[in-house]
């Protein structure tokens, strides 16, 4: 019980500064939503989306393949270090050549809407081409400190990065405007370049607080060295790149519907139906706050502790209390729907609401997913990895083109589900046949079951309901203690 207490405590404290980032990212979206209508953060979202997307495609898949290597030939950890970096460093530099020349282009094919002009497109395009090449170069670097057992410094930096993001954002959304407003010293100068209300303010800090965060991270990149060990490289480029597609496709998942609602409806209302989507979509991701965590903690640990021969019940043991946890989650937000929806602090945005719990049931999955995920990383399988998430990204696609036209974002809140449910389910079965883990299936199940029938009871026949919503998440969460209390005992005693 002790290794799993070791790996609580790991991912406690990334999930403390994960919260803590998150927290202050959060509070940008009652700001961003009051701040910009529906359309213009439409805008918004779909810049973010292309950015999310693209992340993966210059990182390589390396940053996991990296822990990989480390525990696999752990007498050429530099060596490994340099190999992976040098992979992403390459791949961000030969981006940037190829994307500036096609600035224009690229403006045209993303633009929704009719809301802005193709300059002002250009402009965000040339915002996030620099980030995507400052936030690539940076992955080795982050991957490197929680190699290093440094979650410490790992999560100051992350929330630095954020705090300077947020900082930007409120300087052009509040202090500027109040200083022109009042004619204070600077309104001026201000007042010779500023646009108020210009979305692109949001692109504008993000480029700051990545470039800030690359110098921040100089130490790590200090300790690269220009020696490259050529045949390990060609290993690892080989059990990287499906990871690479993989994490391409869970991007096209995770972003792909919004891009298509502005594609996919008319002009009129595309960047509206993608603001409303995208603003209610938020509510979900206090879910992925936790998923996020275990992922930090989990991946590291995984490797670290693939060696044992106790491992695979470890694992197990692992996603018991993990999927406790985000069935318990799941079943709070909704409970507390009525509250949380302020978070999204714009009446206009609250038609949206009941894209809320497919989503949040699609991050439950996901992160099933996430856990179940280490047979084919463990295994050097990668390539499963490619097709599990392939087929959830076909799903996603296709499915948003055929339903988006008549049912609009409700379709693709419900897609999203299919689509990670589908791929937890195909990432159980394959992983039993190629890399056998007894994990406790109809434990897990039960409790997934519970928290869908208690969600449905809280939000459709108790109307939303706060009062009695929060009475059947004490009583499931009073039940799991119940039923789970001699284990976790157990692990505090470990």
Known sequence: MSTAKKFAGQTAIYGISTVVSKVLSFIL??????????????????????????????????????????????????????????????????????????????ATGISIGNS????????????????????????????????????????????????????????????????????YWG???????????????VFLSNFISSALTLLMVLPELLTFKFKFNWVLL?????????????????????????????KLLPAKESDTAVGIYSGCAKISLFLSIFVQAFRLGAEPFFFSHSKN?????????????????????FVALIANIELLKYFVNNHSYWVG???????????????????????????????????????????????????????SYMASAWISLAAYASMMVLSYIWGQKNYPIPY?????????VASIILVYLSFTIFKRNIFLGNALLLLFAGTAFYLERKSLVAILKG
Request: charged residues 15%.
């Open 116 to 183: 802005n002009t193709h300059a002002d497109y250009m402009l965000y395009v040339r915002y996030f081409i620099a980030v995507l090449v400052l936030d690539g170069i940076a992955v080795i670097p982050f991957a490197k400190m929680r190699a290093d057992g440094r979650p410490g410094r790992y999560g100051i930096l992350k929330f630095i990065n954020v705090a300077i993001f947020v900082s930007c954002n409120l300087t052009f959304i509040y202090v500027f405007p109040f200083i022109l407003k009042r004619n």
């Open 234 to 262: 060609k290993q690892m480029m080989m059990y990287s790149w499906p990871i690479m597609v993989a994490n391409i496709s869970y991007s096209l998942n995770e972003n792909v519907d919004k891009l298509l609602l502005g």
């Open 353 to 407: 609401l009941g894209v809320v719990p497919p989503l949040v049931f699609g991050y439950v999955s996901l992160g099933i997913y996430m856990n179940l995920s280490v047979w084919y990383r463990l295994s050097d399988q990668t390539q499963y990895g490619l097709y599990i998430s392939g087929i959830g990204a076909v799903l996603t696609v296709v499915l948003n083109v055929i339903f988006i036209p008549k049912y």
């Open 29 to 106: 979206t009652p700001i961003y939503t009051k701040a910009y209508v529906p359309k213009v953060y439409g805008i918004f979202t779909t810049m973010f989306s292309w950015v999310s997307i693209l992340n993966p495609l210059l990182a390589f898949g390396m940053e996991t393949t990296f822990f990989r290597y480390l525990n696999k030939t752990e007498d050429k950890k530099q060596e490994v270090y340099d190999n992976a970096f040098a992979t992403v460093l390459t791949l961000s530099l030969v981006f940037l050549l190829f994307a500036l020349p096609f600035v224009g282009n690229i």
């Open 309 to 329: 021969k106790n491992a695979g019940q470890t694992y197990a043991r692992i996603m018991d209390y993990f999927v406790i946890a985000v069935c318990v989650i």
């Open 187 to 201: 309104a001026t100068f201000i007042s010779s370049w500023f646009r108020p209300g210009w979305v692109g303010y």
């Open 440 to 448: 406790n299936i109809k434990k897990n199940i039960a409790y997934i």
